[in-house]
């Protein structure tokens, strides 16, 4: 698979290819009949050779969206809502997000880390070599520092290269009565902090029922902006709240969810380039209607697709699984799937030197026990990995 794609092949593949490397970054990619000849054009010293026997060879899986490091274990909610309660009751109960709050300000940052470095190495059995991670589960200034400090260690221990990203998650039980100095403390000294701390690249806002309004959600982006931080949003799971066409007029890297989102907000969208990240595990998990993919695939606005690991709606972390459920339940096709867990996934983070098998790209690469992308959908639950390839 490279980056090389086109309308008839969106994927660019190529049977009986090869991939050379060096200094853990692709240099080559093409028919393995002309192999030795690129080393010798390359000028590059052959070294340890693999035949992969007509395996299916892709860039390492790319999950832009997860919530990786929290305590705790909502399981229990699941059941609740098996039995036919909605999220936005049991959150109104006390349980969703602020239940764990608690559990991952009482962990010590070691239990934290190695709590994160055990779902990192999950995700990388899936496939996954390139994982954004959110903070949000701590929701003090100081707590919200230390979360992104400890996905930076626990990806370095996990061997999965991490992209930590700033999340204004909600408005915390303790400060329900003073949200508008709590919005000022993110604004004011979270954002900044985490930009001159380089802690991450980007700042999510939960902007939807139970979470961010609207005008919370654009001072907090505004900072970002002000600070050098790229905008990313949670828009549209529960209900449309104008968070997308804001996200547009910021630039941002992508909206997330987006199960609601008007016409409107679509085009500017499209206009921006804003990614729309599909997570369709939170979605068929809550029992909520499927994001508008016709449309956003018509309007040109590209499709990432992501795991949402989280402890509340999607505690899952092998994008696989979400392939399938972006196919079967999304209809979005193979293709479209395959893109948006690699190349677009990194665009979402704002990379460009991964998801693609292309010279110049991360040499994070992925074996399938598989010879065809679509088997990886098609066999869903299975763990179809021959191995995975990091440097
Ligand atoms: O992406 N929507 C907000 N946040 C998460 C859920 C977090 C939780 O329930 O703990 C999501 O679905
Ligand atoms: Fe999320």
Redesign the pocket.
Known sequence: MTCVGSEADPLGMISDGAVLTEAGHVVWVGPSADAAAACRALDVLPGERVDLGGRLLTPGLVDCHT?AVFAGD?SAEFALRARGAT?LEIAAAGG??AA?LGPTRAATESTLERLTVDRMQAARATGTTTMEVKSG?DLTVAGELKLLRVVGRAGARAGMSVVPTLLC?VVPPERKADRDAYVGELADVLVPTVATDRLATSVDV?C?EG?FTRDESERIWRAAVDAGLAVRG?VG?FSDQGAAELCAAFGALSV??VEQVSDDAIAALAAAGTVAVM?PG?CVQLRLPPPPVEKLRAAGVPLAVAS?L?????CSSSLPLQMWLATTHFGMTVEEAWLGVTRVAARALGLVDRGVLAPGARADLVVWNAEQPAAIPYQYGATLIDRVVTH
């Open positions: 919530h909502r999220y969703g997000i764990t589960y998650h939960y939807d979470a949670h799971q997330d969810h997570l939170a949402d989280n402890p509340g709606s999607s």
